[in-house]
């Protein structure tokens, strides 16, 4: 799905025409019987290790949950480093992040199922009479209709399911009446007006008090929306009319879907990223299964089991084969583009897609599920997390980390697919690395920086509804759980809804609008549940075997990008496309063969030069395909080459008493003075400056003497405080922005320049926070006065030093066990695309410096290159 990422559902494929009161026995017997089978490579994990981590699963969850109820509540989110709810409008906008936000207590009403999950029933009962009595679903602002769908009306959903549960076991919810059920209906209501636009596609975002297109809503103008926006609806609208008899909601859902399925590509059957809802036109035209439409793919085949109608299976089936056919590059997945499939559409990946080993589980394709599940562990065994987008050489594209629960949930599928205790393991370690690297006092901190450790000032609610769920469940024995959760499917959010209601209301037509297929492989239409002697073909080896190979992919050496090369550009004698790393514009023989591609070369009245690639002038669709990839990988050498004139962003780590080194801090580094990366960490007590702008020599050189000095940024060059406080004795300082409210998290990294003298006389350490995280830092220092930091390239680790000041209970939930914390040295280091190049002069730039004084030659290339290729990506007439 487009952001909060998704549990996927339980069970396997279904008998074709199986009544649907054995639904639930069917998928159950799938899972069961295969959770006999596991390999010989890894050992069994004893009754008590598993029950041991799944305590502290619960334990961790206390900790997020408890944060979030003390210091947040009725806030929608809870702000872990600043102990704080964060509410919309008074913080500043993170832009389409935020649109999951609308003043309903969001991360109560997605983690009532959990708490049922988790056994917590009398919290889940007090979590019950706190929505009841204070969310308000009529407030005036702006949201998501894909989110509030999956996060709040799901939420309600899956609490109302377990509700009716409990309260006919007879011992909790007796006072119970439908009361969430009667809120989703008022929910779905006010959902319903984004469905008004003659395609049947909704609107990305509606008000929740006026709606769609008024002049109060703020919204309504907007053309275009995602895949997944327009097709993760079915589930949650359909369980709405199955619960309450008002058919009005699944149908409005059916027919998105059905408008989606009729705009595939019907060369490939494969769908775009983003779709015009006015005329089905597409916007995007890549096609993957990560970001935009992932759970589009999951909620066809979910539709099937839970709703019984033939045509989803048939229509995931179609797309499977696509998928399989031209995305899928074990261990890969790769985006291509829905026009010509065999060409990849750009050479990294999404976190999102780490959803799909597990759709391919409740598919019974395991091979493959067991591949690109390898995959992602080793990335994660390398950053410690999956960072939000990676290449396909393993180096890190996007450095953020939100704690997606993906990956956990492909490790619960794999692991009740196939009894490997090896799945038990990673659950392991990825419970250690959040308790390592992610917890702070106040709960659990996204990532902002894979490679540095510091935090991001967020705990997103998909965190509590996902993530705690497949941990708890991947350690837990059925008797461990107080309900069968194979009666049970999980929606993308991982909310539970019951399969009872295949049976339940079923008033719509189901007509099989699913025609025109391309001709299809049988294997692709399996109708019952895998085998496990499939699966496993008398081999207790066989899962080790398929992963054994990709133990080595993520090393350190960096090894070259796996990219499908067709065979096509191998024909005997013939010569490989030109690459863009090898391109020479003195080179006549590589002018010809960018003609040959369809490439022109445009002289500029400035001297620069610029690329043009139209396909229709292609000498063939070969060279076509060739020419848009050197295109492609002109850009990639080219931000790379740019990127390696930066500097790595640094981490300033709050490591005294109460934090011990939890809360970590992204910081911008500075062209001069101690280069942390070269050097070991600077480690010291923090003091103000005086004056505080350290301009001037400082008038309390006692107070910084042997400390780190805290210096406001304005008014001089930065090397100049520099100086200052160097002289007065400190050993380290740190420039803290003047612009209230700026943050590392809505803004990009800031780089200090010199003042273009000679700034060799700088030997202490100096680096750069925004306000948001300064004030953490100065906060602290007024509640506890002495507030020790590390300066660094990167966090340490948070269960070494300072060991002995940690609680028992926190000694606990922080193994000691040593992991790998690689991030990307030397040749690997890879910057997150955010960095932007910053200076300062006088009033804190200075028009001399610049991170790109070493102009590359291939920067006269790509003049205007960026513009360009988007507008030909954005060609109607793009088929070959």
């Given at each position: 799905m487009s952001e909060a990422g998704g549990g996927r559902g339980f069970g396997s494929s279904v008998p074709q025409r199986a009544p649907w009161s054995l639904v639930a026995a069917t998928a159950a017997l799938c899972l069961v019987s295969a959770t006999s089978v596991w390999t010989a490579g890894a050992s069994p994990m004893s009754r008590e290790e598993k029950q041991k981590l799944g305590n502290q699963v619960l334990e961790m969850f206390d900790h997020a949950y408890g944060n979030y109820m003390e210091h947040a509540y009725p806030a929608d989110e809870l702000m872990p480093l600043t102990c704080r709810g964060r509410v919309r409008g008074q913080e500043p906008s993170r832009g389409d992040v935020d649109d999951a936000l609308g003043k309903f207590s969001l991360t109560l009403i997605d983690s009532l199922d959990t708490l049922v999950v988790l056994n917590k029933t009398k919290e889940f009962e007090d979590a019950v009479r706190k929505v009841l009595r204070d969310v308000n679903l009529d407030n005036d602002v702006v949201v998501s209709v894909f989110e509030t769908n999956i996060?709040?009306?799901?939420?309600?959903?899956?609490?109302?399911?377990?509700?009716?549960?409990?309260?006919?076991?007879?011992?909790?919810?007796?006072?119970?009446?439908?009361?969430?059920l009667q809120m989703a209906k008022q929910l779905g209501y006010k959902l319903l007006p984004a469905f008004n636009t003659t395609s049947g596609l909704p609107y990305p975002r509606i008000n929740l008090k006026f709606g769609i297109r008024k002049p109060e809503a703020r919204t309504g103008t907007e053309t275009d929306t995602c895949t997944a926006c327009a097709g993760t609806l079915i589930l949650e609208f359909a369980a709405l009319s199955r619960f309450t008899g008002a058919t009005i909601f699944e149908e409005y859902a059916r027919k998105a879907l059905d408008f989606l399925w009729e705009k595939r590509q019907r060369?490939?059957?494969?769908?775009?990223v983003t779709i015009n809802i006015h005329t089905g036109d597409w916007v995007r035209k890549d096609s993957g299964v990560g970001a935009g439409i992932d759970s589009y793919y999951e909620y066809l085949l979910k539709a099937y089991v839970l709703l019984g109608d033939d045509s989803f299976l048939e229509r995931f089936n179609t797309h499977y084969d696509a998928i399989m056919r031209y995305i899928s590059q074990p261990p890969l997945l790769l985006d291509v583009h829905i026009h010509k499939p065999m060409l990849n559409a750009r050479t990294w990946m999404d976190a999102l897609l780490a959803f799909f080993p597990g759709l391919q589980v409740l598919k019974g394709d395991i091979r493959p599920a067991i591949e690109t599940h390898e995959m992602l562990y080793q990335v994660i065994k390398k950053h410690n997390f999956l960072p939000e987008a990676f290449t396909t050489d393993f180096r890190v594209h996007w450095a953020q980390h939100p704690l997606r629960p993906e990956f956990a949930e492909s490790t619960y599928f794999l692991y009740k697919a196939t009894g490997d205790p090896y799945y038990l393991e990673v659950g392991k370690t990825l419970i250690e690395n959040l308790n390592k690297y992610a917890r702070v006092p106040c709960g659990f901190a996204a990532m902002k920086d894979v490679r540095t450790g510091s935090h991001e000032d967020r705990m997103d609610s998909f965190f509590l509804a996902e993530m705690f769920k497949y941990l708890y469940l991947l350690f837990a024995d059925k008797e461990d759980v107080i309900f069968d959760i194979e009666d049970y499917i999980f929606t993308t959010e991982a909310h539970l809804l019951p399969l009872w209601l295949s049976t339940t209301n079923q008033r719509i037509s189901k007509k099989n609008t699913t025609s025109e297929y391309t001709e299809l492989d049988d294997s692709n239409f399996d109708w019952t549940c895998p085998n496990t002697q499939i699966l496993f073909p008398n081999d207790p080896l066989y899962a080790q075997s398929i992963r054994e190979p990709l133990k080595n992919v993520v090393d350190k050496s960096c090894p070259r990008g796996i990219i499908r090369v067709r065979e096509e550009s191998f024909r005997s004698g013939a010569k490989p496309p030109l690459r863009a790393r090898d391109f020479m514009a003195t080179n006549p023989e590589h002018l010809e063969i960018l003609k040959k591609m369809g490439v022109s070369l445009i002289h500029?009245?400035?001297?620069?030069?610029?690329?043009?690639?139209?396909?229709?002038?292609?000498?063939?669709?070969?060279?076509?395909?060739?020419?848009?990839?050197?295109?492609?990988?002109?850009?990639?050498?080219?931000?790379?080459?740019?990127?390696?004139?930066?500097l790595p962003p640094r981490a300033v780590q709050i490591v005294s008493h109460p934090f011990f080194g939890r809360v970590v801090l992204t910081a911008g580094p500075a062209?001069?003075?101690?280069?942390?990366?070269?050097?070991?960490?600077?480690?010291?007590?923090?003091?103000?400056?005086?004056?505080?702008?350290?301009?001037?020599?400082?008038?309390?050189?006692?107070?910084?003497?042997?400390?780190?000095?805290?210096?406001?940024?304005?008014?001089?060059?930065?090397?100049?405080?520099?100086?200052?406080?160097?002289?007065?004795?400190?050993?380290g300082g740190?420039?803290?922005?003047?612009?209230?409210?700026s943050s590392s998290d809505t803004a990009p990294l800031f780089q200090m320049a010199g003042d273009g003298k000679d700034t060799d006389d700088i030997t202490i350490p100096m680096l750069f926070l925004f306000s948001k995280e300064g004030s953490i830092i100065l906060d602290a220092i007024r509640e506890y006065e002495e507030v020790e930091v590390l300066l660094s390239d990167k966090a340490k680790d948070r269960d070494t030093d300072d060991a002995a000041s940690i609680s028992p209970s926190e000694q606990n939930s922080n193994p000691t066990e040593n992991h790998e914390t690689t991030s990307l040295d030397g040749e690997c280091t890879d910057l997150d695309n955010q960095l932007q190049e910053q200076s300062e002069t006088e009033e804190d730039s200075n028009p001399n410096v610049s991170w790109g004084k070493k102009v590359q030659p291939i920067d006269s290339i790509l003049a205007d290159w960026n513009e360009d290729i988007e507008a030909f990506e954005m060609m109607e007439k793009d088929e070959l």
């Open positions: 996060r709040v009306l799901g939420g309600l959903l899956g609490g109302h399911s377990l509700a009716i549960m409990l309260k006919e076991k007879g011992e909790y919810m007796q006072w119970y009446n439908d009361e969430l060369s490939s059957n494969l769908v775009g500029l009245k400035d001297g620069r030069v610029q690329l043009v690639q139209h396909a229709i002038q292609a000498a063939s669709s070969i060279d076509a395909e060739d020419g848009l990839r050197f295109m492609q990988e002109m850009i990639e050498l080219s931000s790379q080459q740019q990127k390696e004139q930066q062209q001069f003075g101690l280069d942390l990366s070269k050097h070991k960490e600077t480690r010291g007590f923090v003091a103000s400056s005086k004056p505080y702008n350290g301009c001037s020599e400082l008038t309390n050189p006692e107070a910084v003497m042997g400390k780190i000095a805290l210096i406001q940024r304005g008014q001089c060059m930065f090397a100049e405080k520099a100086r200052n406080i160097q002289n007065a004795g400190a050993i740190i420039v803290i922005d003047d612009n209230e409210g």
